[in-house]
Structures are given as structure tokens and as C-alpha cells.
């Protein structure tokens, strides 16, 4: 039901854009996020964008450097990220998010991505 893509080897300051698309069923009115989980860590929030009015939220080590949109015709959400550094180096989710909970917590979404790895080299 969803499907991230873009991932892939970039240097330290390079930019990549990750998309996530979806089933019209999985994305409509959805409220949606990004989460990565860097080699023996715990997976974490990254950013979060609300279906209605497309307001973002980001974790404090992405903010200013990437940017969640999302195209509700095409059913497509997407990351840009700026700047890179290599503890962005991780495999990066695309999620939904159930309504009326916490975007930045794991428990919170209910349909995952499979992942699209990313790797910063310095």
C-alpha cells in the first residue's frame, strides 16, 4: 500500500529526494510521515505533513535542511533532503498515520513502507 523510493549513496552536502506513493485508499485525507532507522538504532520521527492544509513537522536534526510535500493527485508524498551529512545514513519509512494521535511517534502509524536505504558518505 505504500511504496518509497529515491533512496540511494550521495556525498556529505548532496541532496536526494525520496517519494512515497500510495493507493488512493491508503492516502486520501491521510496525515503522513517519514521515519528512519540509522544500523543499531531505533527507528525515529523525521518529518510529518497533514493531509488538509499540508502542515509540516520536523525533528529538530532535519529541521532547515529537509522539506515534506506531498501531491494529493497523485497520491504521492515526498522528501527533500538538503545538505546531507552522514548521520542521515539510514533506511528511510514512509508511513500513515492514524488520525487524532502523536505524529511523531512510532505507534501512531498504521501502514508502513518497506524502506529505501540512504547513505551520506563524508
Known amino acids: 500500500q505504500l511504496q518509497a523510493s529515491g533512496g540511494g549513496l550521495v556525498q556529505a552536502g548532496g541532496s536526494l529526494r525520496l517519494s512515497c506513493a500510495a493507493s488512493?485508499?491508503?492516502?486520501?485525507?491521510?496525515?503522513m510521515g517519514w521515519f528512519r532507522q540509522a544500523p543499531g538504532k531505533e527507528r525515529e520521527f523525521v518529518a510529518s505533513?497533514?493531509?488538509?492544509?499540508?502542515?509540516?513537522r520536523y525533528a529538530d536534526s532535519v529541521k532547515g535542511r529537509f522539506t515534506i510535500s506531498r501531491s494529493n493527485a497523485k497520491n504521492t508524498m515526498y522528501l527533500q533532503m538538503n545538505t546531507l551529512k552522514p548521520e542521515d545514513t539510514a533506511v528511510y519509512f514512509c508511513?500513515?498515520?492514524?488520525?487524532?494521535?502523536?505524529?511523531?511517534?512510532?505507534?501512531?502509524?498504521?501502514?508502513w513502507g518497506q524502506g529505501t536505504q540512504v547513505t551520506v558518505s563524508s
Open positions: 508511513a500513515r498515520k492514524r488520525p487524532g494521535l502523536d505524529s511523531a511517534r512510532m505507534g501512531s502509524y498504521d501502514v
Open positions: 505533513i497533514v493531509w488538509r492544509d499540508s502542515k509540516a
Open positions: 488512493p485508499a491508503t492516502f486520501n485525507t491521510a496525515h
